[in-house]
């Protein structure tokens, strides 16, 4: 007797959500070649009571606008978006009033040079006291796929299903490659000769090298890296180059300890100071 | 069934017959409550089946409706030949913006335009599990100001707001992120740790509201004992969801054996690098054996 009426418990709750699943309001992509009859009904079931196009239209800025605010604000552009849900069948009969429900949701956008696409499944329970919702699969594709510290970073991020921590990250890493590119730009400018951006602006390495000191050189390396947790951090090395000669000369072991010293450099300064102490100590025989 | 079986029979004929008709009123009422029984199974079961035929129904519409899309999506055009108006054109538009309007959430950040200018709504997740949310209401003004806000008191909002707010509003909103997330990780692990560890603590889990002093005895079973050991946790940086100092303490009177001892620092270990709950999960899974592969 329990059983059977467990069983009719489940089957009522299985369609009560079916009927909300029905009778959702539709999402982008939805009413895709609908015929203008049905279009009117919708129309006419809206909310908002549409009194004639001229304010659909202006509505319509008023949401575009706000979007664009939107992206602006948290610098991430999101261009399109859909999402599905299905009802999960309940076959345990046991469960008393357990709603479970899935979407799946597409998602694809950018982030300045970075373009996303994102699909990933969201399970919804709802049982009598609480609704609690997990997100239960993540796939990530980004481009460009050059940025070679972003595919272990995606790959954990899928592991993790962590959703919002991939859009945090993402965020600072693309603010730390924006600032790494203003800051060698803006020693390319300051100093045209003895800057060397071999990769250009955008890339990890900057060279230093004085025309007063042929053979000589100063190999910046600047990588942004993204840790286990997901935290944003720059990570700054220097490569001394010098002539044969030099390093014989070198009995101080200045050139051997200069990486270690620049990161201690690092630590007092800052980059931009460091940097900025570096070059001038190559290039103080130059006149500028 | 009971027989009076005193030995001494009611006077023959009349007792048999008493004890006939009590057999016969019996089995009737077990024959009434079975039909009963019967009777209301009967109901359930036509029931049942109604509501079989019902959602089988519904199921067919929502499958019909996924078609449809997927249809549309596909750009198959129905058989009656259409004028795609401007007003649908705007309709869709509009349609489409307000769902990507909404999914802004999955990205940490969304929010309206208000009449002073715009709230912010804070999205909180952790390892895949969506939390909490939290506004802030900015009034768009020079200097840009916060009208109101639901961030809790112990998140250091005066701080991120002198630092960023004026010059950098994009890495003010997402500075906040990091700490409200963080809060919301440690909070999830210490509610997981009571809720579903309970067996293992010897004693109350004791927390401050930031959730980032943890202190805990509990206990796991070595080599058949109960070895009684007290964790404190302390998370220094509080945009992370992993302690940066760790201590495990022995708590029992005996003396600690050198294997109790690496247990003891294997424990540290686990609480630096895992989750809280994801610890103890794996103390559950280990029982009795010392597992140090978990240690690297």
Known sequence: MDALQAEVRALEAEIAAL?????????????????????????????????????????????????????????????????????????????????????????????????????????????????????????????????????????????????????????????????????FEHFKEKYPEAVHLPEGAASSCMVVRSACRPGFELVIVWRVQIDEEGKVLPKLDLLPKAPQQALELDRNRVLETAPRSFRALLGVLGIEAALESLIKSLCTADSS | MEWA?????????????????????????????????????????????????LRDELRAEAKQRQARIKASAANVEPDQTLEISEQEVAERRRENVKAILRAYRFTGLSG???????????????????????????????????????????IPLEEISAKYLQTNIQHFLFCLCEYLNAYAGRKYQADRLQSDFAAFLAGPLRRNSLCNLLSFTYKVELQGQSVPFCARLRYKDLTTTLPTDVTVTYQGTDALSPSWEEQRASHENLFFSKPLHQVFTSFARKGEKLDMSLVS
């Open chain 2, 112 to 154: 309206k335009l208000t009449s002073r200018g715009f709230c912010v709504c804070i999205s909180t997740a952790f390892e895949g599990n969506l939390l909490d949310s939290y506004f802030v209401d900015l009034v768009i003004q020079k200097p840009l100001r916060i009208h109101h806000h639901s961030i809790p008191v112990f």
């Open chain 1, 19 to 183: 009927r909300r699943a029905c009778e959702e309001p539709r999402t982008a992509g939805e009413d895709h070649g609908r015929a203008p009859k049905s279009l009117r009904e919708m129309y006419q079931s809206d909310s908002e009571g549409w009194a004639s196009s001229k304010d659909l239209r202006s509505h319509l800025g008023n949401l575009e606008s706000e979007l664009l605010f939107l992206s602006t604000l948290t610098g991430i552009s999101i261009r399109n978006y859909s999402m599905k849900t299905e009802v999960l069948t309940n076959t345990e009969k046991t469960e008393k009033s357990i709603t479970k429900v899935l979407q799946r949701h597409r998602l694809s956008g950018n982030c300045q040079m970075i373009t996303f696409q994102l699909e990933f499944q969201i399970l919804e329970i709802q049982d009598k006291e609480s609704l609690s919702s997990v997100i239960t699969d993540l796939n990530i594709i980004m481009e460009p796929t050059k940025y070679s510290e972003l595919r272990e970073f995606v790959s954990r991020a899928e592991e993790r299903r962590d959703l919002l921590m991939f859009f945090r990250s993402l965020h600072f890493f693309v603010e730390w490659c924006e600032y790494r590119k203003r800051t």
């Open chain 2, 5 to 53: 079986n005193d030995g001494k029979s009611k006077g023959g004929v009349l007792a048999h017959l008493e004890r006939l008709e009590i057999q016969v009123n019996r089995s009737r009422k077990n024959s009434e409550d079975l039909q009963r029984a019967q009777a209301v199974e009967g109901a359930l079961r036509t029931k049942i089946h109604k509501l079989r035929c």
